[in-house]
Structure formats: C-alpha cells, structure tokens
C-alpha cells in the first residue's frame, strides 16, 4: 500500500449535511480491533480527547473507519481535515468488542445517529456467520445514511428503513417497525438498539414483552473513554456501572432507563454552545455563524 504516515486521514466522504465519514491509517489500533470497540482521537496536541466507536477496520491495509455527525467543538475541527492530513493522537482499540457467540437471528435497530454506531454492529455480526436484519430509522429524508452500504453486506431483504415524517420508505417509528417484523413471523435471538436513550428504552421493552434478549449500545454517553472522570456512570441492575470500562453495550432490561435519560440531559445546554462554528484560522476560537 501507499507509504501513509501514521494517524493520515486516506479517505473522507460526507453523508449529508453533517454526517462524515473518515478512513485513517493506524495500523495497529486495525490489526486487533473488532465490532464495537471505540478509539480515543486527539485532532491536535491541543484538542481535547474524545471516544467514538469504529465504524469498520481493515486489518490488510492498516486503516480504521470513523463515522461521526459534526455537532461539537473537536467534530467540526475533524470536518476540516482532509486526505493527507493527520490526527496527533490514536489510541485502542478500547472497550469490550460486541458479543456474538451463539446468535443466530439478530435485529439491530438504528435511531437518527446512531446508525453510524449500528453499521459497524451489524456488518460484523453478518461477517460472522449471524443472519442480520437492520432498522434504519430517521426523522426525514434528508437525514438517511449508509442505507446502500447495509444492503450490500446484509441483503436488500434484511434493510428497512423508516422516517417519522414519510418522506422516504416507511412512515412510522423504528419501534412500530419492529413490532411489525415480529407479528410478520420473523424470529430473533436478540435485539440491539443504538439511538435516542427514548428509542432503546421502548426498544428494549418491546423486546422483553416478546421474551427476545435485548443489548444496547451506550456509546454516545463516553466523555472520557477511560472511566477516570465518571461522566459515563450509569446504573445497569442496580449496580453503577461505566460504559467505556464495563460496555459499552448492556442487557437492555437491566438499564436504568428513566436515570439514564434524566442525565443525559444534564449538559444539554453547553452541547447547544459546542455547537458554533470552529475557525482553525482563529486558532481554534469558536464564534457564531
């Protein structure tokens, strides 16, 4: 292959508006990583280091995959990296890979931007022999991804897409959706859920209402990716958990829905700030569009 300097961004395609998708050259994170494994990233030796979830590895070239939605400070400054450019830091592969062992039927089910967490999912489970089945669900149209990608590795039989407003595949929520495939006979062993904390908690229930076991994905609640700074804490069991160290996916049963939705919004209204306009010309200094 191509001499690449390490961390070097070798491929980008954007999804849509701000979802973007990034090959990066880190041979040994590739070399041992599985399904449902995260990296930290640091964009440069000033940025602050952030978790997120591969979203596919190549072992055979070196490369790691990354899907992300830009929506805050270091995501937007990683939308402005191009092919030749470089990260200053990659570490993993991190966190228990996603379990598979035994399964023979699954279902995972997608929320908005958490598909780009439950692609990775459901292509590794369908390369390792389980016959998968993919619910993509979005509020419109405009917001639709991966949709071709999962068609070619699970089968245009095996995706359904739904949107909350009808303007593309099915009107009706990922839930509804599912409801749909079990009264139509389709049998699953598990159900994965990666989305909206609402979504994978009436997800989970359906789930146990029809004795299916359920697993959800609860990335997107990492700060620090190491469990030093808790921020991650929730409570699965009773028990107070951490979600880069102990998951980061979970028995959806055993999740603390309502505690888990009532933390998530703790910093909802400092997200909102994050959310501005990133200028590396102004070193890094955000300021409103």
Known sequence: MAD?????VTW??????????????????????????????????????IP?????????????????????????LMDQLE???????IVGPLGKPTHMEGLK?????GGGTG?????????GMKAAGVDTYMIEGFKNKDLVILEDELKENLGADHVFVVTDDGSYGEKMFTTQKLEDLIAKGYVFDEVVAVGPPIMMKFTCE????????????????MIDGTGMCGGCRCKIGGEDKFVCVDGPEFD????????????????????????????RLTGGVRYND
């Open 4 to 8: 690449y300097k390490r961390f070097e």
């Open 12 to 49: 980008k395609r954007r999804l849509n508006d701000n979802m973007v998708w990034l090959r990066i050259y880190a041979p040994l994170v590739a070399k041992h990583a599985k399904p449902g494994q995260f990296i930290i990233l640091r964009t440069d030796e000033y940025g602050e280091r």
């Open 52 to 76: 997120l979830t591969m979203a596919g590895h190549n072992s055979e070239d070196g490369t790691i995959d990354l899907i992300y939605a830009a929506v805050g400070r270091t995501t937007m």
């Open 83 to 89: 092919v030749g450019d470089c990260f200053a830091d």
């Open 105 to 109: 039927s699954v279902c995972v089910i």
């Open 115 to 123: 598909n780009a967490l439950a692609y990775p999912l459901a292509c």
């Open 206 to 221: 359906i789930a146990k209402k029809h004795g299916i076991k359920s697993v959800a994905s609860l990335t997107a609640y």
């Open 252 to 279: 959806g049963e055993l999740v603390d829905w309502d505690d888990l939705i009532r933390r998530s919004a703790y910093y909802r209204d400092q997200e909102a700030e994050d959310r501005q306009h990133i200028c």
